[in-house]
Nanobody, 119 residues
């Protein structure tokens, strides 16, 4: 069973940047897709980005062009580089390890890391 630990959250001003990390344990992590979701206050959890086992990336329209998902298989880690942040990006960000090489429809969740953007 894969276990995930997110880090890198914090408080930054609008226009700033953060890089989230998701470190995984387990032998199958690099064989499958991984993704990031977020849960804004008072809203439903939403998908942010996915990276497949082959490093093909997909993004939600709200973050495309500002966020970049990447993976370092040697470190069993997935990253989310977030630039030009706005208060609307404030949320708890969750990493998810899929059980398929192509998507994260089913898989294991991390515990989340708080990102807060001040105006």
């Amino acid at each position: 069973q894969v276990q995930l630990v997110e880090s890198g959250g914090g408080l930054v001003q609008a226009g700033g940047s953060l890089r989230l990390s998701c470190a995984a344990s387990g032998s199958t992590f690099n064989e499958n897709a991984a993704g990031w979701y977020r849960h804004p206050p008072g809203k439903e959890r939403e998908w942010v980005a996915t990276i497949t086992a082959g490093s093909v990336t997909r993004y939600a329209a709200s973050v495309k062009g500002r966020f970049t998902i990447s993976r370092d298989n040697a470190k069993n880690t997935v990253y989310l580089q977030m630039n030009n942040l706005s208060p609307e990006d404030t949320a708890v960000y969750y990493c998810k390890a899929g059980n398929s090489p192509l998507n994260v429809a089913f898989g294991v969740w991390g515990r989340g890391t708080q990102v807060t953007i001040s105006s």
